[in-house]
């Protein structure tokens, strides 16, 4: 089936178990999906923008309650919708980082952490995660200590990861917002893994920012994520413009210049809005979740050499395997090399694996229903008896 000029309709949700794991949580809602088609025109949210001409002020439809109702949700008092959340660390960035100022990230920060810092010319200083692959509040502490030793000055912005995506573990966040702020060093919560597919109470945590990503977590199209704040840093974040022309004395009205006046028109919105009853509820569901996880990787564990890298029991639904003593083995001496892996899951249709992996790759199990989870255990099972592997009865 085609969509028009050649592009084939995409139906690996409709056909397969998606496992990719970025994309698990960000699976549009069938209300989504009719949201997108009856707002797909470019600047359809649009239609009864009034004074004050603001996206966060539109009424219908109901975008003004949309964010009021997303800052109650995280617990913190105001939100912006962002063009994901990459867009949300460069606006929080822009705003407290000038050149050579120190910046805290982690060793397991994305890299989009790093641009934010790097285009407002700010200086990374990862705090070091444990053996356990773990960020903890000591660790933060030792580093901001070397870092006023080496620059003479304090970090001016955190930004820490509430779940990674390298290893997808749970970090104290609230213990390390504890230590950033002895030092009066605002913290950002990157939520791209939790704002959407488990609770998240900003306030609880400590932060002064959240951060989440629609498209990642929150059941919506791409672009799109949000940026929460504290009724502290609302002024400095959210501040208005006061630019004026030099020849026009033109003058800009309310608009933010960190977000460049407006951000999502159309259907990344309005699907974002569409999803959010069928988020906030799924996040209380969060232990089924990890029960579900658990069936696979006690299926995964039972094939011998096979190591789950992540911190185990898991906490989150993200989890990095290494299967160098186990799929890799086979992959040493099959035609297919690695390929043999992921083609024999497709086969099963099971979809979301990095062609050619068998070493140490990663897979999301969040949204499966307890059946797909057992059926995915089952295959990774029958695929290591197929290739001649011990499984563990």
Not at 104 to 122: D, I, K, N, P, R
Not at 174 to 194: E, F, M, R, S, W
Request: glycine share 10%; proline share 5%.
């Amino acid at each position: 089936m085609k969509c028009g000029n050649g592009i084939e309709a995409r139906q690996v949700n409709e056909l397969f178990i998606n496992i990719d794991p970025i994309q698990a949580g960000g699976r549009l809602t069938g209300d989504a999906i009719k949201a997108v088609i009856a707002y797909g025109d470019g600047y359809s949210v649009c239609d009864n923008c009034r004074k004050p001409n603001r996206l966060d002020c539109i009424a219908k439809p109901p975008i003004a309650e949309f964010h009021k109702d997303v800052a109650a949700w995280l617990n913190m008092d105001t939100a912006r919708v962002m063009p994901g959340a990459r867009r949300g660390f460069q606006a929080v960035a822009h705003t407290y980082v000038n050149k050579g100022d120190p910046v805290l990230l982690t060793s397991l920060s994305h890299y989009t952490e790093f641009l934010a810092v790097e285009g407002a010319q700010g200086v990374a200083c990862e705090i070091p995660a444990d053996n356990r692959h773990i960020v903890t509040p000591e660790a933060t502490a030792v580093k901001i200590e070397e870092i006023r030793k080496k620059y003479g000055k304090d970090p001016v912005l955190a930004l820490i990861d509430h779940v990674d995506y390298q290893f997808g573990n749970l970090h104290d966040v609230d213990g390390i917002a504890k230590v950033a702020h002895q030092y009066d060093i605002p913290v950002l919560c990157n939520g791209a893994y939790t704002v959407g597919t488990m609770p998240v109470d900003g306030k609880a945590l400590g932060v002064d920012f959240v951060v989440g990503s629609g498209h990642k977590s929150m059941a919506s199209p791409a672009p799109s994520g949000v940026l929460a704040t504290t009724a502290e840093r609302e002024t400095e974040i959210f501040r208005t413009t006061a630019i004026e022309g030099d020849v026009t004395g033109r003058k800009f009205g309310i608009k933010e210049p960190e977000l460049m006046g407006c951000t999502l028109m159309g259907a990344t919105l309005v699907g974002m809005m569409a999803s959010f009853p069928h988020v906030k509820e799924r996040v209380k569901h969060f232990d089924r979740e990890l029960q579900n996880n658990r069936i696979v990787l006690e299926a995964l564990l039972s094939i011998e050499g096979t190591k789950i890298l992540s911190e185990y029991p898991r906490k989150h639904t993200l989890t990095r395997v290494d299967t160098t003593g186990s799929f890799d083995r086979v992959a040493e001496t099959h035609k297919k090399k690695g390929f043999y892996f992921s083609s024999a899951l497709t086969d099963k249709g099971i979809f979301g694996l990095i062609p050619g992996a068998t070493r140490i790759w990663k897979f999301n199990t969040y949204g499966m229903t307890e059946k797909q989870a057992r059926y995915l255990a089952e295959s990774f099972v029958a695929v290591a008896r197929e290739n001649g592997l011990t499984v563990a009865p």
